[in-house]
T-cell receptor, first 115, second 110 residues
Framework: DTEVTQTPKHLVMGMTNKKSLKCEQHMGHRAMYWYKQKAKKPPELMFVYSYEKLSINESVPSRFSPECPNSSLLNLHLHALQPEDSALYLC??????????????FGDGTRLSIL | GIQVEQSPPDLILQEGANSTLRCNFSDSVNNLQWFHQNPWGQLINLFYIPSGTKQNGRLSATTVATERYSLLYISSSQTTDSGVYFCARRQTGANSKLTFGKGITLSVRP
């Protein structure tokens, strides 16, 4: 799914650094998602934004801070991460409707390594 | 919560062989997706198939919602089919999350 673009593709950072992951889609989707995926595991939901408002936070530690500046962009701000936060971070988007359950489209992910 | 179970957990095929991957659900299906995650981590949408049958080239999928399962068929497998296949379904309600199965690791050998 190349219609959801994530940058950077790879990120190495120290535990005291501050960095951001970015996600962009131009499909007119109004729901956007962050997932975390550890090796040999399925993706796990972190956050859901619907119409630019945070609608689901799956009890994610505060060192991860999501932001949705507009309907096409989703950021994940990182601060004081731990080595166990090293993972593949996936962004997804979908159309939204109260009675329609529509597919999610995923970006290629950012592979994050914490030193 | 919703259970999504996939089988078999691992599968090794010789190039050219056919295979069937299964996904079972603990409750009724109204939204189901099949994904292929390649060795580089890209999660690729294969099918959105809450019911019925769809085909795309060598791949096809069938979901029998009343019996709570979905099948992914791969015919004439190629080495590029290797990777992990996930099925996922979405809970009812707006903004609900996608629940993934644990995945099926497929290795296609030349």
């Amino acid at each position: 799914d190349t219609e959801v673009t994530q940058t950077p593709k790879h990120l190495v950072m120290g535990m005291t650094n501050k960095k951001s992951l970015k996600c962009e889609q131009h499909m007119g989707h109004r729901a956007m998602y962050w997932y975390k995926q550890k090796a040999k595991k399925p993706p796990e939901l972190m956050f859901v934004y619907s119409y630019e408002k945070l609608s689901i936070n799956e009890s994610v530690p505060s060192r991860f801070s999501p932001e949705c500046p507009n309907s096409s962009l989703l950021n994940l701000h990182l601060h004081a991460l731990q080595p166990e936060d090293s993972a593949l971070y996936l962004c997804a988007s979908s159309q939204e409707g109260s009675q329609v359950y529509l597919p999610q489209h995923f970006g290629d992910g950012t592979r994050l390594s914490i030193l | 919560g919703i259970q999504v179970e996939q089988s078999p957990p691992d599968l090794i095929l010789q190039e050219g062989a056919n295979s069937t991957l299964r996904c079972n659900f603990s409750d009724s299906v109204n939204n189901l997706q099949w994904f292929h995650q390649n060795p580089w981590g890209q999660l690729i949408n294969l099918f959105y198939i809450p019911s019925g049958t769809k085909q795309n080239g060598r791949l096809s999928a069938t979901t029998v919602a009343t019996e709570r399962y979905s099948l992914l068929y791969i015919s004439s497998s190629q080495t590029t089919d290797s990777g992990v296949y996930f099925c996922a379904r979405r809970q009812t309600g707006a903004n609900s999350k996608l629940t993934f199965g644990k995945g099926i690791t497929l290795s296609v050998r030349p």
